[in-house]
């Protein structure tokens, strides 16, 4: 399931930080899969890990959003 960034930006923090811990967990099960040879379809690998780095990405922006307010 495709993740977007706009879908992301809805997320509480501590919502994203779940998330994250899902796709990291999903990610380290399909890798085992992949060494085992009990994964069809491969692509959902880097599918993943874009999405990890989709949330990576929206939880940035809100910490540079907060060093930003400070500043103002």
């Not at 994203?16 to 899969?33: I, M, W």
């Not at 993943?48 to 910490?63: G, P, Q, Y």
Request: proline share 0%; charged share 45%.
């Amino acid at each position: 399931m495709k993740l977007t960034a706009k879908e992301l930006r809805e997320f509480t923090d501590k919502e994203l930080e779940q998330k994250l811990y899902e796709l990291k967990e999903e990610l380290f099960n399909l890798n085992f899969r992949k060494v085992t040879s009990h994964l069809e379809d491969t692509s959902v690998i880097k599918k993943t890990k874009k999405n990890i780095a989709r949330v990576l990405t929206v939880m940035r922006e809100r910490e540079l959003e907060e060093v930003n307010s400070e500043k103002e």
